[in-house]
């Protein structure tokens, strides 16, 4: 079992940074791949962005060269949020992948608004 704590949400004018982190416990040595997704009122649930142990990284075209994805170690990971838009307003849910299953956060209010 992987365990999952998100932080690091709020709200943030247009133009703005935030850094999201997630905190993992349990069975981490399992992981292998680390991710953000997002979800806003009446939208699809997303895929923000995501990398995998052997550093591949992959974005969404939304959020290219704005967002950057980011582990310390084995039980931390980071999603550091520049330039905000209105449209990034969501609930962002940290994921970790092992051979097994999928793990999710509780998930982080992120509001973007003047």
């Known amino acids: 079992q992987v365990q999952l704590v998100e932080s690091g949400g709020g709200l943030v004018q247009p133009g703005g940074s935030l850094r999201l982190s997630c905190a993992a416990s349990g069975s981490i040595f399992s992981i292998n791949g680390w991710g953000w997704y997002r979800q806003a009122p009446g939208n699809q649930f997303e895929l923000v962005a995501r990398i995998v142990r052997g550093g591949d990284i992959d974005y969404a075209d939304s959020v290219k060269g704005r967002f950057t994805i980011s582990r310390d170690d084995a039980k931390n990971t980071y999603l550091q949020m520049n330039s905000l838009k209105p449209e990034d307003t969501a609930v962002y849910y940290c994921?970790?992948?092992?051979?097994?299953?999928?793990?999710w956060g509780q998930g982080t209010q992120v509001t973007v608004s003047s």
């Open positions: 994921n970790a992948v092992t051979p097994i299953r999928s793990y």
